[in-house]
C-alpha cells in the first residue's frame, strides 16, 4: 500500500453533470498529480498541483479544474460531464522535483450515462 | 514532444521462464525513465525507476530494468517468471516541462503455470 487515498471507489453520473473527486496524499509529499485512464489505455496526465497551485496541465479542457489544500490533499472537478469522461481516474503524490517516484491511489471509476 | 512506445500489447511466458517486456522512448533531454504494474481494478504500483548511474536497474519483487541510451531502450525483465507476475505493465518517461509522467500503451504479461 502505498498511503495515497482516493474516493469514492465507484461513482456513476449522467451527461451533464458536475463529480468531485477526492484524493490525500502519502505522509511527507507536497505534489499531488492526477491522470485519466480509460478502458485499455494508459494513464493520461491532466494536471499537478504543489503547494496549492497548478504546476502543469495536460491536454484537457479547462472543465476539468483542480484543487490542493494546505494538508496536500486534493480535489479534482470535473463540470459538465460528457460520456467520454468515463474512466478511471487515479492520483499520484511525490515530491516537487519530476526525478521523485509517483506513488499512485487504488484510483476512482467514473462512469458516465 | 516525449513518448513511450510498448511494442507488444500482450506477452506470454511459461512459469519459471525469463520474461521481457519491452520500452522505448523518445526524449529532448535526459530520460527519467520508470515502470509501474497495474493488477485488475488496481492503481499502479511503482516497480523501478532510471535517473541516472548503472544500466542496469533492480526493482521491486525480482524485477529488474536495463537502460541502453544508443537503442533508446528501457526493457523490463525477471529472471524467472511466476503466475502472480500476470498483470498490465505500463512504462513511463518523466516530462521535466509539465512534471509529468507520459505513459505508454500497456503491456499484458500473462505467466501460465
Known amino acids: 500500500e502505498t498511503g495515497v487515498t482516493q474516493s469514492p471507489t465507484h461513482l456513476i453520473k449522467t451527461r451533464g453533470q458536475q463529480v468531485t473527486l477526492r484524493c490525500s496524499s502519502q505522509s511527507g509529499h507536497n505534489t499531488v498529480s492526477w491522470y485519466q485512464q480509460a478502458l485499455g489505455q494508459g494513464p493520461q496526465f491532466i494536471f499537478q498541483?504543489?503547494?496549492?497551485?497548478?504546476?502543469g496541465r495536460g491536454n484537457f479542457p479547462p472543465r476539468f479544474s483542480g484543487l490542493q489544500f494546505p494538508n496536500y490533499s486534493s480535489e479534482l472537478n470535473v463540470n459538465a460531464l460528457e460520456l467520454d469522461d468515463s474512466a478511471l481516474y487515479l492520483c499520484a503524490s511525490s515530491m516537487d522535483y519530476i526525478t521523485d517516484t509517483q506513488y499512485f491511489g487504488p484510483g476512482t471509476r467514473l462512469t458516465v450515462l | 514532444a516525449q513518448s513511450v512506445a510498448q511494442p507488444e500489447d500482450q506477452v506470454n511466458v511459461a512459469e519459471g521462464n525469463p520474461l521481457t517486456v519491452k520500452c522505448t522512448y523518445s526524449v529532448s533531454g535526459n530520460p527519467y525513465l520508470f515502470w509501474y504494474v497495474q493488477y485488475p481494478n488496481r492503481g499502479l504500483q511503482f516497480l523501478l525507476k532510471?535517473?541516472?548511474?548503472?544500466?542496469l536497474v533492480k526493482g521491486s519483487y525480482g524485477f529488474e530494468a536495463e537502460f541502453n541510451k544508443s537503442q533508446t531502450s528501457f526493457h523490463l525483465k525477471k529472471p524467472s517468471a511466476l503466475v502472480s507476475d500476470s498483470a498490465l505493465y505500463f512504462c513511463?518517461?518523466?516530462?521535466?516541462?509539465?512534471?509529468?509522467?507520459?505513459f505508454g500503451s500497456g503491456t499484458r504479461l500473462q505467466v501460465q503455470p
Open positions: 498541483y504543489y503547494r496549492e497551485e497548478e504546476n
Open positions: 513511463a518517461v518523466g516530462d521535466t516541462g509539465r512534471r509529468a509522467l507520459t
Open positions: 532510471y535517473i541516472t548511474g548503472d544500466n
